[in-house]
């Protein structure tokens, strides 16, 4: 099993170019979520999703559009950069329903907005 | 969820045990006290986690007070790998454990 898998690892945007994260997973796992870590900071829970066709906000929303049309696939997308959201970004996944609070996280991907 | 506090850097010397202490006074009674670390820039790894019993796995031990206000994951015998910042979280668990609320943690850093 690949686990979690994030691309790419690193981008540079412009300010105002779009564009989408990508993050797959192979375990079959309910829950998927994205988070951002910035400088010195913990983890900050964008966007998060439970199944196929649902998805919710999470403590840092704005800027951000999520879809989960399958499964296997969450993708992030930045509609429109900004300087603010240079961060290191994670996708995590669990077993939803039948989990034991285990978050399994990509690789993580560096997104630097000039 | 409940907060919770953990002192921001703590050092240990490789082949000692680490002690990491975390106060979450105003935890619930169903909720669970997780513990997750992320080694450099790489995403966090789950270690353990527990409800009130002490736990045990081959990464780490979990000791949590009969009051449940705090806890205490214990590394019996710290190596240079284990320097990381290590995370406490409290929820409620089970069902979708998820939406985990992520602090500034404790940086551990294990030394020769």
């Known amino acids: 099993n690949a686990g979690v898998t994030q691309t790419p690892k690193f981008q540079v945007l412009k300010t105002g170019q779009s564009m989408t994260l990508q993050c797959a997973q192979d375990?079959?796992?309910?829950?998927m979520s994205w988070y951002r870590q910035d400088p010195g900071m913990g983890l900050r829970l964008i966007h998060y999703?439970?199944?196929?066709?649902?998805?919710d906000q999470g403590e840092v929303p704005n800027g951000y559009n999520v879809s989960r049309s399958t499964t296997e696939d969450f993708p992030l997308r930045l509609l429109s950069a900004a300087p603010s959201q240079t961060s290191v970004y994670f996708c995590?996944?669990?077993?939803?329903?039948?989990?034991?609070?285990?978050?399994?996280f990509g690789e993580g991907s560096r997104l630097t907005v000039l | 969820d409940a907060k919770t506090t953990q002192p921001p850097s703590m050092d240990c010397a490789e082949g000692r045990a680490a002690n990491l202490p975390c106060n979450h006074s105003?935890?619930?009674?169903?909720?669970?006290v997780y513990w997750y670390r992320q080694i450099h820039s790489q995403g966090p790894q789950y270690i353990i986690h527990g409800l009130k019993n002490n736990e045990t796995n081959e990464m780490a031990s979990l000791i949590i007070t009969e009051d449940r206000k705090s806890s205490t994951l214990i590394l019996p015998h710290a190596t240079l790998r284990d320097t990381a910042v290590y995370y406490c979280?409290?929820?409620?668990?089970?069902?979708?454990?998820?939406?985990?609320?992520f602090g500034t943690g404790t940086r551990l850093q294990v030394t020769l």
């Open positions: 979280i409290v929820r409620v668990g089970g069902g979708t454990a998820s939406k985990l609320t």
């Open positions: 375990m079959n796992h309910e829950y």
């Open positions: 105003t935890i619930s009674g169903n909720e669970y």
């Open positions: 995590a996944s669990s077993a939803g329903t039948r989990d034991t609070g285990e978050l399994f």
């Open positions: 999703s439970v199944g196929a066709g649902i998805t």
